[in-house]
């Protein structure tokens, strides 16, 4: 179990090979308690992002975190497009157990505001590694609580970089740009960590053997996930460990350099959906992770998964 001066923290996510590894990180992190996992639909429908995080959980021997469904749509309009990036299942065909245990009955929204309320204010932390939705309904339907939040550190948005979905628009932003608009003015403090960050923390191949080579059932599966997650088989360095970054920067802030930026988000059809406008009249401020040692990122990666604990048979 996790140490008892470990900071609680709630992982938001949509499941995914890349928030798969960032979840296994955390799990095995005793920095971080985790008490809660809720879903949202993003990188897959809802069920099987709900699905896959029981899954996740259930290899890492973590079953007594608690799975909560969220939001299957945005805040409005239709839901986006998945990426081609992660296979039917979300896990790019990983072998990993089925859930111990079926997801709570109570919906994510609730259990979230119980929480936070029961809780002291600003003691609890979210990790958000898909779309915003589920932490924008809770701003909107119950602010008392979402004002209890200590912080929110998420993975979404572009600065300098292009998107990767829109000429400037990052997915998780752009699969509801409202709930991001949401979450920005909500008060709370928010670190996001764009595109600009996130594409140059790529594992290469020699990094997936030697976790695969270490003997620990973490890491092992971690090298499964990330060779599931190279572009091609000539390729030479996978894609970007975008979720992962968001554990990262939460563990060890100090391999990240963060700026401040006042932002907004383009929420109208004709103006790529999901961009990041820096706005200093009118925009909200922001913590934005806009460098990192990608080397001594990797290498911590590298060093947790191969003295994580844990790690059961599929």
Do not use: W, Y
């Given at each position: 179990?996790?140490?008892?001066?470990?900071?609680?923290?709630?992982?938001?996510?949509?499941?995914?090979?890349?928030?798969?590894?960032?979840?296994?990180?955390?799990?095995?992190?005793?920095?971080?308690?985790?008490?809660?996992?809720t879903t949202v639909a993003g990188n897959i429908s809802l069920v099987t992002t709900t699905r896959n995080a029981g899954r996740i959980l259930a290899f890492a021997g973590r079953s007594d975190i608690p799975v909560l469904m969220g939001a299957a749509h945005p805040l409005s309009g239709p839901?986006?497009?998945?990426?081609?990036?992660?296979?039917?299942?979300?896990?790019?065909g990983v072998v990993l157990p089925e859930p111990a245990r079926p997801p709570a009955t109570q919906a994510a929204g609730e259990w979230l505001s119980e929480l936070l309320l029961q809780r002291p204010r600003g003691t609890v932390d979210v990790l958000a590694l898909g779309p915003l939705t589920n932490l924008a309904a809770l701003a909107l339907g119950r602010p008392e609580a979402f004002s209890r939040i200590g912080r929110i550190v998420a993975m979404g948005g572009a600065i300098h970089e292009p998107g990767n979905v829109g000429?400037?628009?990052?997915?998780?932003?752009?699969?509801?740009?409202?709930?991001?608009?949401?979450?920005?003015?909500?008060?709370?403090?928010l670190v996001?960590?764009?595109?600009?960050?996130?594409?140059?923390?790529?594992?290469?191949?020699?990094?997936?053997?030697?976790?695969?080579?270490?003997?620990?059932?973490?890491?092992?599966?971690?090298?499964?996930?990330i060779a599931a997650y190279f572009p091609s088989a000539t390729n030479d360095a996978s894609r970007p460990l975008h979720d992962p970054c968001v554990m990262?920067?939460?563990?060890?802030?100090?391999?990240?350099?963060?700026?401040?930026?006042?932002?907004?988000?383009?929420?109208?059809?004709?103006?790529?959906?999901?961009?990041?406008?820096?706005?200093?009249?009118?925009?909200?401020?922001?913590?934005?992770?806009?460098?990192?040692?990608?080397?001594?990122?990797?290498?911590?990666?590298?060093?947790?998964?191969?003295?994580?604990?844990?790690?059961?048979?599929a």
């Open positions: 179990m996790s140490d008892a001066k470990a900071r609680l923290t709630i992982i938001d996510t949509d499941p995914g090979i890349d928030d798969a590894i960032g979840i296994l990180l955390a799990v095995a992190a005793p920095e971080l308690a985790i008490c809660g996992m839901g986006p497009e998945p990426l081609d990036l992660h296979g039917d299942d979300g896990v790019g000429p400037r628009s990052e997915f998780n932003i752009a699969a509801d740009p409202d709930a991001a608009a949401v979450v920005l003015r909500g008060g709370v403090p996001l960590v764009p595109l600009d960050v996130t594409r140059r923390v790529r594992a290469d191949r020699a990094f997936v053997d030697r976790l695969a080579a270490g003997g620990r059932p973490l890491a092992g599966k971690v090298a499964e996930l990262l920067l939460a563990l060890h802030p100090e391999l990240f350099g963060c700026e401040t930026m006042r932002l907004s988000v383009a929420t109208a059809p004709a103006e790529d959906p999901g961009a990041l406008v820096v706005d200093e009249r009118n925009g909200c401020p922001v913590q934005v992770a806009m460098s990192v040692d990608a080397p001594a990122v990797l290498a911590v990666l590298e060093q947790r998964l191969m003295l994580a604990p844990g790690g059961t048979q």
